[in-house]
T-cell receptor
């Protein structure tokens, strides 16, 4: 059974810092990996999707990398802003049923 | 494109009543839809997979008689929480996969429905 772990569970940084969020998964036979953002009481916003054949994806100040063989992904946020404060979820599609398995999230607070 | 809506966005009901939540794909057809539940400060847990025109597949531990899922058309799936109790209070989120698209492993998520059972 696929398990997804995110470290750290919470992170607080001053505005302007670059930061890295980590995600690991136990079954490396994934189809893709996705990073989401979730604001309190809201739904999910898809940030980046990396196909299993890709190594990284970039969107603005966000860069996500994937090392499928080691079961790891990182989300790099450059020049963090208070508006980046949210919970960041990592999820992978795997298995014969191609199910999406979520990590428990990293709650990010960027202090002004 | 690939917009998914949910209705209602929030609902408060009395214990023992039934609540129906709708999930619609607005600009695409979806043969497969998923229902997730999220408790406070926890991640999303898959409840069931819904395929158009057939019975839903429930995850282990999810009571199919309590959480009734109907996927009667290619754009609509409904989740009915029957005889709701306070422990059913949660954030329910649906997602859909675009039928016939190249993005067969991409789920498009609705905005969620907050259910509070008094």
């Amino acid at each position: 059974k696929q398990e997804v772990t995110q470290i750290p569970a919470a992170l607080s940084v001053p505005e302007g810092e670059n930061l890295v969020l980590n995600c690991s998964f136990t079954d490396s036979a994934i189809y893709n990996l996705q990073w989401f953002r979730q604001d309190p009481g809201k739904g999910l916003t898809s940030l980046l999707l990396i196909q299993s054949s890709q190594r990284e994806q970039t969107s603005g100040r966000l860069n996500a990398s994937l090392d499928k063989s080691s079961g790891r992904s990182t989300l790099y946020i450059a020049a963090s802003q208070p508006g980046d404060s949210a919970t960041y979820l990592c999820a992978v599609v795997s298995g014969s049923a191609r199910q999406l398995t979520f990590g428990s999230g990293t709650q990010l607070t960027v202090l002004p | 494109g690939a917009v998914v809506s949910q209705h209602p966005s929030w609902v408060i009901c009395k214990s023992g009543t039934s609540v129906k939540i709708e999930c619609r794909s607005l600009d695409f057809q979806a043969t497969t839809m998923f229902w997730y539940r999220q408790f406070p400060k926890q991640s999303l847990m898959l409840m069931a997979t819904s395929n158009e025109g057939s019975k839903a597949t429930y995850e282990q531990g999810v009571e199919k008689d309590k959480f009734l899922i109907n996927h009667a058309s290619l754009t609509l799936s409904t989740l009915t929480v029957t005889s709701a109790h306070p422990e059913d209070s949660s954030f329910y989120i649906c997602s859909a996969i675009r039928f016939g698209g190249l993005d067969t492993d991409t789920q498009y998520f609705g905005p969620g429905t907050r259910l509070t059972v008094l």
